[in-house]
């Protein structure tokens, strides 16, 4: 199952344009009446070794003026000057943000929050999806959109709306609610049943009762909350396949997407990147140049990128990245010089085939004048950032052989949204922060160390291409779920999961019968009986077999070996001798279970054990520094794995191997240099 090399084609984001793109949003209807701000834009565009500008995202007013009448002269002009100048476009759809006019006009289309009321006209990212006068003015214009554009040979992919996300609470989005959960149920016996209502008589006897979640009402009954999250994932879904049908109806060639934002935590999603031709992302990193803290921030954007990248399983775009500084942090540091390069090139080498901004132009009013830019306000090409774009646009350029290759990670990281939705639901353990995407970055962290290349899955993906699956806090595990992994178990793959696993079901119904669920007992070979959740500042030791002590904190599960060997055990309280650590032979692979929290030590030292008895390496042969990684693409032929110094200090590395440098052609064996934040591209030939 496990072995031999499968050859792979390379995957693009748009076959027609093939290069990486390198731009970002673009918007030049707040510059209606400077043309020559306009025209400059061109000329820097090309300075800047830009070769994409993303456009109309915020510009519906521009577009539909009154209603009904429509002005595309900007966008015309806009589109055509990109292109001259040998760029080109991925345009947006509007929908993130409606005009005052059409607010007025259609008050419904204004969200309520979970209080019952409506928003006022203002701000963007906040339109009921569900009211149909939304949908239909939408789908208006964005059929005028695609049909005026369809043929424009500067078009290379659609941008749904922007940063979809929020939910509302309108009458019509709980009717619609109330219908999705008819379609699920068909009886209200069976959501009664399903939701456990009878605890302090919450039963519903009359579908007209249910209401989505409130703190005005509702918060206790944890199969409405998963229910409504999932409503919300797909009606907000719904609502972007409306706006893709317009557009497909004109252009079913060009490719769809919108722009994620990481791992939010809002809507699942694996359910929305069904719809979409490729993923998108928006990565605002928090870099701040100090070493130690940046080398903790490269990991949690690797984990991002490599999140977008499993998403689809090839290529995605990184949509919008800060050239220099954000403007919504609590400080708002620009990138010190160096770092841009760096984490740009760490999205590439994470699976981006796309590098591009948020913004290209400071705007010269409203809440982001001070957001960084390409373009500043002092509007030339002579500034620190616009020449580290610049530069590295040059280095874009020459990656063309890298555009559409993947990466053929062996390892994975189990990720589930509808896990995450019931474990912070849970009154119980720490019931304010359980601490999930800390565990699973403390899972990631070793893997990012050891240059090994990971894949961020899904319940639903396939698990048959790893060797190694790590499960951090899977606390929601379906019956299904667990069969999968109890299979991947008895076939050779080594499984890890930690305390909390296999708690409820996917109802977030508890499990009967003991823990971790069904089979899973005899796939790790333990029962756990309780877990004991720590103070802050309390601590316990865990002793390993070789008497090294590390420590527990936060959690300690009290479990019970009954098949497994024991790896380790807790020194002190009443479980003290009792298993902390376990591991379990099971059909040909292994399973792993570790009970207790620990502060990184033993995380790391089990991934590192596992990694070498799963027989994972990295792509890069020698050891890695601190601060320095390894990852890897490959068209199946060539592999070309991009070195990374993410520290401010040079650090040498050794090779047996004999490498090529890509873009010199230069070679690279024994001992040799990484600068401080260099991004150093290598294969071997
Ligand atoms: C994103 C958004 C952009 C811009 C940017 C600022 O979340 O999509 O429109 O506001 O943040 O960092």
């Known amino acids: 199952m496990h072995s031999g090399r499968y050859i792979i084609l390379k995957k693009y984001i748009n076959e027609k344009f093939p290069h990486i793109t390198h731009g970002g949003d673009y918007n030049p209807d707040q510059w209606q009446d400077c043309p020559e701000i306009l025209s400059e834009d061109m000329r820097l565009m090309k300075l800047a070794n830009c070769n994409e500008m993303t456009l109309g995202i915020f510009a519906w007013t521009a577009l539909e003026p009154e209603e009904g009448k429509y002005d595309f002269s900007f966008m015309d002009k806009a589109i055509d000057d990109i292109y001259k100048a040998g760029g080109r476009v991925v345009l947006a759809t509007p929908s993130a943000a409606r005009p005052a006019w059409l607010a007025k006009k259609y008050p419904e289309v204004l969200r309520v929050r979970n209080d019952g009321v409506r928003i006022h006209f203002g701000e963007r990212h906040n339109h009921c999806y569900t009211s149909e006068v939304y949908r239909e003015k939408v789908r208006e214009i964005d059929r005028k959109i695609a049909e005026r554009y369809k043929d424009h040979p500067a078009l290379i992919a659609w941008h749904i709306s922007n940063e979809i996300s929020g939910e509302c609470f309108c009458p019509k989005c709980q009717a619609a609610f109330r219908e999705w959960l008819k379609k699920k149920y068909g009886t209200l016996e069976r959501l009664n049943k399903t939701w456990w209502t009878s605890f302090w008589s919450h039963t519903y006897t009359d579908w007209e009762q249910i209401e989505a979640p409130s703190p005005l009402g509702e918060t206790c009954t944890h199969g409405l909350t998963l229910d409504w999250k999932r409503f919300v994932t797909e009606q907000s879904t719904d609502f972007m396949n409306v706006e893709i049908a317009a557009l497909k109806e004109f252009t079913p060639d060009i490719p769809v997407t919108t722009n994620y934002m990481n791992f939010y935590e809002g809507l699942d999603y694996r359910v929305m990147s069904k719809s979409l031709d490729f993923i998108s992302n928006d990565l605002y990193s928090d870099w701040q140049g ?94 620190r950032v616009f020449r580290e774009v610049s530069r590295l646009g040059e280095r874009l350029k020459k990656l063309d052989d890298i555009v559409g290759t993947l990466t053929e990670a062996k390892a994975a990281i189990l990720y589930d949204w509808v896990n995450d939705w019931a474990l912070k639901d849970a009154r119980a353990f720490h019931p304010w922060d359980k601490k999930l995407m800390k565990t699973v970055k403390s899972f990631y962290s070793p893997l990012w160390e050891n240059g090994i290349d990971t894949d961020i899955i899904g319940v639903e993906d ?43 079901d996917e109802n977030d119904l508890c499990y009967l019968g003991g823990l971790p669920c069904g089979r899973l007992k005899e796939v790790f070979g333990i029962w756990n009986e309780e877990i004991d959740s720590l103070f ?47 591991v379990n032979k099971y059909g040909d692979g292994k399973a792993y279970y570790i009970a207790f929290r620990d502060t990184g030590e033993y995380t790391d030292m089990t991934v590192k054990a ?76």
């Open 290 to 383: 100090d070493e130690r803290v940046d080398i903790e921030v490269a990991k949690d954007a690797a984990m991002c990128h490599d999140l977008m990248r499993t998403l689809k399983g090839k290529p995605f775009m990184l949509m919008e990245s800060t050239p220099s500084m954000v403007n919504w942090k609590g400080v708002n540091k620009p990138k010190r010089p160096g770092v841009h390069e760096l984490s740009e090139m760490q999205a590439v080498a994470h699976g981006a085939d796309a590098v591009q901004y948020f913004q290209w132009r400071k705007s010269r009013g409203c809440s982001e004048k001070f957001h960084g830019a390409v373009v500043d306000h002092v509007g030339h090409e002579n500034t």
């Open 536 to 582: 802050p500042e309390e601590k316990n030791r865990v002793l390993l077999k070789d008497g090294t002590a590390v420590t527990a904190v936060d959690y300690c599960e009290v479990i019970h070996a009954d098949k497994a060997e024991v790896l380790a055990t807790y020194d002190s309280d009443y479980y003290k001798g009792m298993p902390a650590a376990t």
């Open 610 to 685: 596992l990694l070498g008895e799963a027989g994972i390496c990295s792509g890069f042969d020698g050891e890695l520094p601190q601060g320095v990684t390894a990852h890897t693409r490959t068209d199946g032929e060539k592999t070309f794995v991009f070195l990374q110094n993410f520290s401010y200090s040079p650090k040498s590395v050794k090779t047996e191997k004999e490498w090529r440098v890509f873009e010199t052609g230069e070679k690279l064996t024994g001992e040799f240099e990484i600068e401080p934040l260099q991004t150093i591209i290598i294969y071997e030939p």
């Open 462 to 504: 396939s698990f048959e291409k790893y060797r190694l699956i790590i499960a951090p806090m899977m606390y929601s595990i379906s019956e299904g779920l667990a069969e999968k992994l109890e299979g991947f178990v008895k076939q050779g793959g080594i499984l890890l999961a930690t305390y909390m696993t296999g708690m409820v």
